[in-house]
Nanobody, 126 residues
Framework: RVRVVESGGGSVQPGESLKLSCTVSTTSIYRTTLMGWFRQAPGKEREGVAAILTRDDKSFYSDSVKGRFTIYQDNDKNTAYLSMNNLQPDDTAKYYC??????????????????WGQGTRVTVTS
């Protein structure tokens, strides 16, 4: 059984920063290969924001967050972080963390992941 838990959401003003955390815990032989962050705004489809390969820290970003968001990990804690700077109202969404035990398709495809968290809400408003 794999459990994914996010934390760190909140409400901020435009230009401010937040850091999200995602911890994967398992009692099985599941080995996290890829961790990703997705977001879903009201009335919109879920979109991939960033992902990181656990073996070599290679990271991936959507064009909408490149240069503002940074994904990194602490392997010892099985935790991935999403540091979000210069947040804008368009970043308002529920953010989900996801984990995969193998790489099957592109990082931004939700089908790539087989464990998901419940999400944490980020609101950016003046």
């Amino acid at each position: 059984r794999v459990r994914v838990v996010e934390s760190g959401g909140g409400s901020v003003q435009p230009g401010e920063s937040l850091k999200l955390s995602c911890t994967v815990s398992t009692t099985s032989i599941y080995r996290t290969t890829l961790m990703g962050w997705f977001r879903q705004a009201p009335g919109k489809e879920r979109e991939g924001v960033a992902a990181i390969l656990t073996r070599d820290d290679k990271s991936f970003y959507s064009d909408s967050v490149k240069g503002r968001f940074t994904i990194y990990q602490d392997n010892d804690k099985n935790t991935a972080y999403l540091s979000m700077n210069n947040l804008q109202p368009d970043d308002t969404a529920k953010y989900y963390c996801a984990a995969a035990d193998s790489v099957r398709t592109i990082w931004s495809n939700a089908q790539q992941y087989n464990a998901w968290g419940q999400g944490t809400r980020v609101t950016v408003t003046s």
